[in-house]
């Protein structure tokens, strides 16, 4: 039994060494070829890996957009305001309007003023027709005054006539003027004491004065036509005393003709001067109209109406904003990358944007603005570790947002980096 138990023993002990030999060998060989495998799935992975992140950097941030103020050049009292807040706008819409009826009753004011005005350019025009035709028959006359002596009598008194016609014309525009000059000086006076109580501005004062200041000017205008017109009399008359007493000596007709000539310098002085008058009607006709169309305010864009700041009723100076439009065809991502990674980000590169609302679908986006300096992380990033990190703002240009991308969105984005850039 011991033989036997011996034995089995040592025949036990021979088939274990065998054994542990053969496994010896095994781990030999399969311990460099797990350590090769191991190292090509790192590699693998690395590269993979490596790849991912080298062609595009990942950031988060929110749409932002491009905001315009829209308000009066003019003052004046808010009369109507046709959009509120989300309203859509188009390009030169009106957007609000302001109360015409001061400028309207100016307007019509010189409409009439440029009428009068052309009215006595015509007559001036008129005027020197009949004293050129007048030249023209004296000089025939001249030619024929033994046959006519008769005709130049009537042809004085004609003057004379016309002379006299023009005379109570220019009275009657003189009458005018005074009339005019009487209504604007009581509503100077009385403007000026509203003004001194403190009932209106002096902006109303002031332009009543202006116009007084204006009828006088008229009135001296209208006085000067008179006194003109007063000396034109005179001299028909003379002409036409001339006419009836004179023989047939020739030096008549020479003072005869150089009255005309006399007349004929003041008429196309008139003509002038009227013709003046009518070129400072019509700039001022032309002035009026542009304040009219600056009291329609129109949108210089299309989008939408963020803030409506003003509303029907207010009393507004130049230059204050009724409403807040924004372009939704120009909008950004405003996001922050870290500093090290900024040297791989250029002005111009494309980046792909996603919409938390539909992060399957990205929209084209191009590297617009990058920040001068660094700056810590904005403090609405919510871990501490975070915003005490240097980064560096960017914009992302959105090409077509589609009226998908509003501002106020959150959204992810990823730059995509060219070879460039990598290398």
């Known amino acids: 039994m011991v033989q036997k138990t011996t034995s089995a023993s040592q025949f036990e002990d021979s088939g274990t060494d065998q054994s542990s030999k053969s496994r010896s060998r095994k781990l030999k060989f399969l311990i460099p070829l797990a350590l090769v495998l191991a190292g090509v799935g790192v590699g693998v992975r690395y590269y993979f890996f490596s790849l991912t992140k080298e062609t595009a950097i990942e950031l ?24 509120r807040e989300g309203d859509r706008v188009t390009n030169d819409q009106i957007i609000a309007k302001l109360d015409d009826d001061e400028l309207q009753a100016r307007y019509k004011a010189s409409q ?6 052309q009215q006595e350019v015509q007559q001036a025009r008129l005027q020197i027709e009949v004293i050129q035709s007048n030249i023209r028959e004296t000089r025939l006359s001249r030619q024929q005054a033994q046959d006519n002596a ?89 002409t036409l005393r001339q006419a009836k007493t004179s023989s047939l000596d020739p030096e008549i007709f020479t003072e005869r003709l150089q009255g005309l000539q006399q007349q004929l310098a003041q008429a196309r002085s008139r003509r002038e001067a009227t013709q003046a008058n009518v070129a400072n009607a019509e700039a001022n006709l032309e002035e009026i109209k542009a304040q009219l169309d600056d009291l329609n305010i129109t949108s210089p864009i299309a989008g939408v109406v963020l803030d409506r700041i003003a509303e029907p009723g207010e009393v507004l ?32 590169q ?8 539909d992060p399957n ?14 700056s810590f992380t904005p403090e ?11 980064v560096f703002g960017l914009k992302l240009s959105i090409d077509n947002p589609q009226g998908f991308a509003k501002p106020g969105m959150p959204a992810d984005a990823e730059i995509i980096l060219d070879r460039d850039t990598e290398s």
Do not use: C, H, M
């Open 361 to 374: 679908t990205p929209l084209d986006a191009t590297v617009s603005s990058i920040d001068s300096e660094a």
């Open 112 to 117: 009439a003023r440029l009428k009068s005005t």
């Open 150 to 238: 008769e005709g130049r009598i009537e042809e004085a008194q004609g003057n004379l006539d016309a002379a006299i016609a023009q005379l109570d014309q220019a009275e009657a525009n003189e009458v005018e003027a005074q009339s005019q000059l009487q209504l604007a000086k009581a509503d100077r006076d009385r403007f000026q004491t509203l003004w001194e109580q403190g009932v209106v501005p002096k902006q109303r004062y002031d332009q009543a004065q202006t116009e007084w200041e204006s009828r006088q000017a008229t009135l001296a205008a209208r006085q000067s036509a008179v006194n003109a017109a007063q000396r034109q009399v005179k001299v028909a008359r003379g």
């Open 317 to 348: 100076s130049a230059g204050k904003i009724i409403v807040t439009v924004l372009d939704l065809n120009e909008v950004y991502l405003r996001g922050y990358v870290p500093e090290g990674e900024i040297g791989n980000i250029r002005v111009g």
């Open 380 to 390: 609405n990033i919510y871990f501490k570790r975070d915003r005490v990190q240097q």
């Open 350 to 357: 494309t980046a792909n944007v996603y919409l938390d609302s």
């Open 60 to 83: 988060s941030g929110r749409i932002e957009g491009y905001e315009t103020d829209i308000g009066t050049t003019v003052s004046g009292r808010v009369e109507a305001i046709t959009v």
